[in-house]
């Protein structure tokens, strides 16, 4: 994945943010389990709201549909992340 250095706002940082906030604190505990590499959570956080909105637009066109893949990542059988 190629990161592109986004600087965070103040507001990010200090976790006020209620959509980004917990992105960062899962990016964090990602981090500290050795799931990703420890870098500037802001810049993982950042490119993870990007790429999922970034499948709104062509969700909302009716482009495709996640209900399916959604629920199969609901069921047990899902692998934890």
């Known amino acids: 994945m190629a990161f592109f250095f986004f600087e965070a706002a103040e507001d990010f940082r200090s976790r006020r943010s209620p959509i980004l906030g917990p992105i ?6 990602w981090m500290a389990t050795g799931k990703l590499q420890k870098v500037d959570e802001w810049e993982i956080t950042l490119e993870l709201w990007a ?31």
Do not use: E, M
């Open 24 to 29: 960062a604190g899962a990016v964090v505990k």
């Open 51 to 81: 790429l999922a909105r970034g499948y709104l637009t062509p969700y909302r066109a009716g482009r495709f549909d996640i209900s399916v893949r959604a629920r199969c990542l609901n069921s047990a059988s899902a692998p934890q992340i």
